[in-house]
């Protein structure tokens, strides 16, 4: 799971008002190279809530990127190779995304993770 | 300009829909708005394969041909008649202008006979290269890599051996290829060779025909919430788009069969960048933060129905031994539980695939998807799914046996996702959560179309006794 993912991912559980950002667990985490392309990232950079996303890369490992942004960031090139690499290259093969409600482990395993809900929680 | 556009005589309803929707890409936007002008040629027929088609510019007609699948060739028509002299007569008034600057010294050319309805002998199609003397080629054949290619394109005059209705009289086309598409990626990417299957992976073809219908590019995101086996998003990720899927299914998307044959697997057999997220998820309670929106281009899928993979959806009723309604997962068994599912509808499943995607997709954005109807249905067309979001652009029809079809429908993101319009859908949402069983037996074309009664179909075919579409139509045609 890259932390594009991460990104748009809540807990769901019925009666959690606010299952965003989910807290990650790292098993284990691999990067892997992505092709870059510039206007992916310009599209995508207005949907990513940038508190989660920094959030997130540190848990992975990744410190570089700026606490704050806005989108005149996109014209630096140095800002766009760290974008890339921490939105696309960082995967969390092992590991768990965590409810910030109520605990419920979401598991995240082969790099995939498993959002689907018990019969309870529908 | 008026072009030719000679068709693969194939999936004939796919045909101009496809051509429509690359011209969204290869267009300039001033030339974009308004739909294309097509025409049928002298005495032919809509379904024939020949078409003319008016594009502003050869660029626009080149790169349409070439990324289509189903467009053998667009074609600058130097002349066109009833029999050789007309032709003659037709190429010698096009203006030189045109002609000369593919004639000259120095350039490599090629001329090639085809047919439609019939066979021209070897000994014929060279006869009638060299009727064209009146050309005044300069340039220097060359079968293999010429600069220019010209065909000469003759249609049937009698009998109707191509299974389309007989034509009233011959038509014979000359002209310049402008492009044409790239069917050497059929083979390279049919299911056959695919590493990683499952039994309804979609056909190769069709899954670059729906990566067509929804502008698959480089820089977009396109989504599949029933990506199974991952084969529509193999076809996007060809046209450079990044991909992103999800399946209820867990051993579907994540397991497969084994390490090196899974989602990721079908992939990294074509050298394609891996999609950007898989999960596992259900579509009808799906996982996005609630503040996003307008995050996807394109979504493109096969949806659920059918007897082969019939939906299921979260929440499920199977009990475990030992526990009492209403239904708790006891905290032992919670960490390796498997949730069970219950029956999800066509209806239902319809109605979560067009709120998600009337949230999910950006302005303009498409979404591209299978939906199934009986062929007796005369009025089809009213049956479709319908939202506040969308605009119906294309609906191309397959058919899959005598008595039903999938129609591939292209809608178009034509207003926002208001609160309104959110709320509705909460309340909708919930009606069938409730009055499931109700939405089971009345709103369940699915079951109709997909589960039917052996005994019914056994004799249902001769009793329809109308031919709701051509005989030559069939799964392929
Ligand atoms: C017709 S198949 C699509 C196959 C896919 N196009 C492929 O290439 O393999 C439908 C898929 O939807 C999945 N599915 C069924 N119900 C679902 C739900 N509620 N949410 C998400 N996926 C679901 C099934 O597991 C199945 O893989």
Redesign the pocket.
């Known amino acids: 799971m890259r932390l594009l993912t991460h990104n748009m991912l809540s807990s769901n559980i019925k009666g959690v008002s606010n299952g965003f950002p989910l807290r990650i667990e790292v098993g284990k985490v691999v990067e892997k190279q992505v092709d870059f392309n510039a206007d992916f990232l310009r599209n995508m950079f207005p949907k990513i809530e940038w508190k989660a996303f920094v959030d997130a890369a540190k848990t992975v490992g990744y410190a570089e990127l700026p606490e704050e942004v806005d989108s005149s960031a996109l014209e630096s090139e140095e800002f766009l190779n760290k974008f890339h690499h921490a939105l696309l290259e960082l995967h969390l093969e092992e590991g768990a995304l965590v409810c910030p409600e109520t605990g419920r482990r979401f598991p995240v395993s082969k790099g995939i993770p498993n959002m689907l809900l018990h019969e309870d929680e529908v | 300009m008026w072009y030719l556009c000679m068709f693969f005589h194939r999936l004939l309803d796919y045909r101009k829909a496809e051509v429509e929707s690359l011209a969204q890409l290869f267009l300039d936007d001033k030339d974009k708005w308004s739909s294309l002008e097509w025409r049928i040629p002298l005495h032919h027929h809509p379904d024939s394969p020949f078409h003319y088609v008016n594009l502003p510019s050869e660029d626009a007609a080149r790169n349409i041909a070439n990324r289509s699948i189903l467009v053998k060739g667009i074609y600058e028509i130097w002349g066109e008649g009833g029999s050789y002299e007309e032709l003659e007569e037709s190429i010698r008034s096009y203006p030189d202008e045109r002609k000369l600057p593919y004639l000259e010294p120095g350039t490599t050319f090629k001329i090639t006979v085809d047919s439609f309805g019939k066979v021209i002998s070897f000994q014929d199609q060279n006869d009638r290269i060299k009727g064209f003397t009146y050309i005044p080629f300069k340039g220097q054949v060359n079968l293999k890599n010429p600069d220019h290619k010209f065909w000469v394109m003759e249609t049937d005059d009698y009998g109707s051996s191509n299974g389309l209705p007989p034509v009233e009289g011959r038509r014979i086309f000359f002209g310049r290829e402008v492009g044409g598409a790239d069917r050497s990626l059929l083979p390279t990417y049919q299911l056959k060779s695919r590493n990683y299957l499952?039994p309804?992976?979609?056909d190769a073809e069709i899954a670059f025909l729906m990566a067509n219908q929804a502008l698959a590019t480089p820089g977009k995101l396109v989504y599949?919430?029933?990506?199974?086996?991952?084969?529509?998003l193999v076809a996007a990720a060809h046209f450079g788009a990044m991909t992103m899927g999800?399946?209820?299914?867990i051993r579907?998307v994540r397991d497969g069969r084994g390490p090196d044959c899974n989602v990721w697997s079908n992939f990294k057999q074509y050298g394609l960048p891996m999609p950007v997220g898989l999960l596992r998820?259900?579509?009808?309670l799906p996982p996005w933060r609630s503040g996003l929106k307008e995050v996807f281009d394109a979504i493109i899928?096969?949806?659920?129905y059918?007897v082969r993979?019939g939906?299921?959806?979260s929440g499920g009723r199977k009990l475990l031994k030992g526990t009492v309604d209403p239904y708790t997962v006891p905290d032992d068994k919670r960490t390796d539980h498997i949730p069970s599912t219950g029956a999800?509808s066509l209806v239902e499943?319809v109605h979560d695939l067009l709120d998600l995607a009337a949230r999910m997709l950006i302005m303009g954005g498409r979404l591209v998807f299978f939906y199934p109807v009986l062929r007796e249905d005369d009025n089809v067309e009213n049956h479709f799914p319908e939202h506040p979001c969308f605009k119906l652009i294309a609906t191309s029809e397959q058919i899959l046996s005598s008595r039903y079809s999938r129609v591939l429908l292209t809608m178009v993101k034509i207003s926002p996702y208001t609160e309104e319009i959110a709320e509705a859908a909460r309340i909708k949402h919930i009606d069938f959560r409730e009055n499931h069983l109700k939405w089971l037996e009345d709103g369940n074309l699915h079951s109709a179309v997909f589960s039917p009664d052996p005994q019914l179909t056994a004799t249902g075919d001769s009793k329809l006794g109308k031919e709701p579409k051509p005989k030559y139509r069939g799964k392929y045609v």
Do not use: E
Request: proline letters at 9%; a negative charge; hydrophobic letters at 30%.
């Open positions: 499952g309804t992976a979609m599949d919430p029933f990506v199974g086996t991952g084969s529509i999800a399946d209820i299914d579907v998820a259900d579509n009808n899928c096969d949806p659920p059918g993979a939906g299921r959806k999800y499943c």
